[in-house]
């Protein structure tokens, strides 16, 4: 069974830190791999997705990696903002359907 | 991008009573869509699948009877809690999918049970 688990489970940092938030999985065989942004009682908004033949993606200030052979993705925040606090959700894309396998988040808080 | 719409986005009803949640995908047809239910500071756990026009997939531990799921067309699934009680109280989020392409997510209906 699919297990995520995501450290730290909060980090508080001062604004314009470089930031790296971890996630491991315990099973290889995944389809791909995402990472979601959670802001207090909302749905989720997809920030980058990694296909399982994929190293590495970016968009803007976000840089998340997949290591399949280690079972490990980080996503790096430059320059971090204030806005960039949020919940920080990984989850794993394996099943035939599409469903996803989430780890339980890293809460963010970025101080200005 | 593709939009989900799901609504209510908050309800608090006695217990007993039984709540239907909609999600909608206004932008594009959704093949199958996904039900997950979030507890505080816990990860969301994905609930059931549905497929347009045939009966969900409830994940192991999830009362099929309760939890009743209707995907009757490319653009709407419901979620009904039937019998709702105070331990069903939780955040549910909806997300629908064109045949695996990556999931869209609504914003998701926080349920109280008083």
């Known amino acids: 069974k699919q297990e995520v688990t995501q450290i730290p489970a909060a980090l508080s940092v001062p604004e314009g830190e470089n930031l790296v938030l971890n996630c491991s999985f315990t099973d290889s065989a995944i389809y791909n791999l995402q990472w979601f942004r959670q802001d207090p009682g909302k749905g989720l908004t997809s920030l980058l997705l990694i296909q399982s033949s994929q190293r590495e993606q970016t968009s803007g200030r976000l840089n998340a990696s997949l290591d399949k052979s280690s079972g490990r993705s980080t996503l790096y925040i430059a320059a971090s903002q204030p806005g960039d606090s949020a919940t920080y959700l990984c989850?794993?894309?394996?099943?035939?359907?599409?469903?996803?396998?989430f780890g339980k988040g890293t809460k963010l808080s970025v101080k200005p | 991008g593709a939009v989900v719409s799901q609504h209510p986005s908050w309800v608090i009803c006695k217990s007993g009573t039984s709540v239907k949640i909609e999600c909608r995908s206004l932008?594009?047809?959704?093949?199958?869509m996904f039900w997950y239910r979030q507890f505080p500071k816990q990860s969301l756990m994905l609930m059931a699948t549905?497929?347009?026009?045939?009966?969900?997939?409830?994940e192991q531990g999830v009362e099929k009877d309760k939890f009743l799921i209707n995907h009757a067309s490319l653009t709407l699934s419901t979620l009904t809690v039937t019998s709702a009680h105070p331990e069903d109280s939780s955040f549910y989020i909806c997300?629908?999918?064109?045949?695996?392409?990556?999931?869209?997510f609504g914003d998701g209906t926080r349920l109280s049970i008083l």
């Open positions: 989850a794993l894309g394996g099943g035939s359907q599409g469903n996803l396998i």
């Open positions: 549905s497929n347009e026009g045939s009966k969900a997939t409830y």
């Open positions: 997300s629908a999918s064109d045949f695996n392409q990556p999931q869209h």
């Open positions: 932008d594009f047809q959704a093949t199958t």
